[in-house]
């Protein structure tokens, strides 16, 4: 069974930093992870994207140059490194995974395993 879970939020600064961990398990496939963030009043929107085999890294252009997706090595837990931050980065994070046969994706609605979230919140 297939399981993403999210650790690592919480509420920090403008300015300051958070790394945000995701361990999935249960694969059998490579497959692609992104992160997703969630405001009350924005719509779902991909952060950062990277695939199972370590390629595939790509950014929104909100975040570019300030937030870093990675792979432990070896491993199957991702992180995002999230410097700089401001106050329009508070939302709710999610990791998600679909497998990498289905191809790559920013809609959110084409990845049918989430984990359960991790608030982060940037006070100014």
């Known amino acids: 069974q297939v399981q993403l879970v999210e650790s690592g939020g919480g509420s920090v600064q403008s300015g300051g930093s958070l790394r945000l961990s995701c361990a999935a398990s249960?694969?059998?496939?490579?497959?692609?992870i992104a992160w997703f963030r969630q405001t009350s009043d924005k719509e779902r929107e991909a952060v950062a994207t990277?695939?199972?085999?370590?390629?595939?890294?790509s950014y929104a252009d909100s975040v570019k140059g300030r937030f870093t997706i990675s792979q432990a090595a070896g491993g199957d837990t991702y992180y995002l490194q999230m410097n700089s931050l401001k106050p329009e980065d508070t939302a709710t994070y999610y990791c998600?995974?679909?497998?990498?046969?289905?191809?790559?994706?920013?809609?959110?609605?084409?990845?049918?395993?989430w984990g359960q979230g991790t608030q982060v919140v940037v006070s100014s």
């Open positions: 998600a995974a679909r497998s990498r046969i289905s191809g790559w994706s920013l809609r959110p609605q084409e990845y049918g395993d």
């Open positions: 249960g694969f059998t496939i490579s497959y692609y």
């Open positions: 990277i695939s199972s085999r370590g390629g595939a890294i």
